[in-house]
């Protein structure tokens, strides 16, 4: 076997293909193995996409709302007692809320709290300021957002201020640009926030932004194929215009026609 036999042999074993020695030409046999080789990767992104999306819908935690607590059975839950968050569900207009509200658990504390949620099978129900900061480093503990109640941060002053509009354009802009973000994430954080890795997997949107890579080798690879397509014609009508004699470019038209038959 001639040492192009076998690279191509090799080549059609990596991308999990058969033996067969067609294509014979290098640039179609570089075009098949670029195809192959891109439905290799292709089937391989979907089938890991496909297993890491079913292995999140049975391990994640299926509570995404507070109207999930009161349809399972499996957490109890609670919040701190005598707290504004308390009040706003007992006067909330939707009557599920009084209801999760009447079935929890009312703690003394925060401390409280994160105790109960550190020993598991228990949800806490608190402000997102206040369990974002207190569990940041925790990786056991998993964060929902309802969005519910939305919360605003206010500077109490005196009545008819002079600086209340200079302060409220000075806060608009830091708010605009960014600056309470960034500010709230520093100080949360302060530098020591956990990163918590997953070793389930991340179910990623199978779109074209993932995939625009893989296509970019194919349409390169054709590119490829396509040159040494066009060097083997060259070196075929060279070949031509010695064995008969003729000038290269009657030999050129002369293979073109045969091509084009």
């Not at 009161?70 to 968050?85: A, C, F, H, T, V």
């Not at 997102?128 to 941060?153: D, H």
């Not at 075929?236 to 091509?259: P, T, V, W």
Request: charge should be positive.
């Amino acid at each position: 076997m001639s040492f192009y036999n076998s690279a191509w042999l090799v080549g059609t074993g990596f991308v999990l293909q058969g033996v067969d020695v067609l294509p014979t030409s290098p640039s179609g046999r570089f075009m098949v193995f670029t195809w192959w080789l891109f439905v290799m990767i292709l089937t391989s992104m979907y089938t890991a996409n496909l297993t890491a999306h079913l292995t999140l819908e049975r391990s994640t935690n299926k509570i995404s709302e507070l109207g999930d607590l009161l349809r399972q059975k499996e957490y109890s839950w609670g919040l701190i007692s005598d707290r504004n968050l308390e009040s706003m569900m007992k006067n909330h207009g939707d009557k599920k809320y009084q209801s999760l509200l009447g079935r929890a658990e009312m703690l003394t504390s925060l401390d409280e709290g994160i105790r109960r949620v550190n020993e598991g099978k228990f949800v806490l129900i608190d402000d997102s300021s206040v369990i974002t900061y207190n569990f940041r480093n925790n990786c056991q503990a998993l964060q929902t957002y309802t969005g519910t109640f939305q919360n605003q941060w206010a500077l109490g002053m005196q009545m008819n201020s002079p600086y209340s509009g200079i302060i409220n354009n000075v806060m608009l802009k830091y708010r605009e640009s960014g600056f309470i973000v960034r500010k709230f994430d520093k100080w949360y954080n302060d530098g020591s926030e956990l990163y918590c890795s997953s070793t389930i997997g991340n179910d990623a949107k199978f779109d074209m932004s993932i995939l625009s890579g893989l296509f970019l080798v194919l349409a390169l690879g054709a590119l490829i194929a396509f040159i040494i397509m066009f060097l083997e014609f060259l070196y075929a009508a060279n070949k031509d215009r010695i064995a008969n004699g003729q000038s290269f470019f009657s030999s050129l038209k002369r293979k073109g026609c045969i091509i084009l038959k």
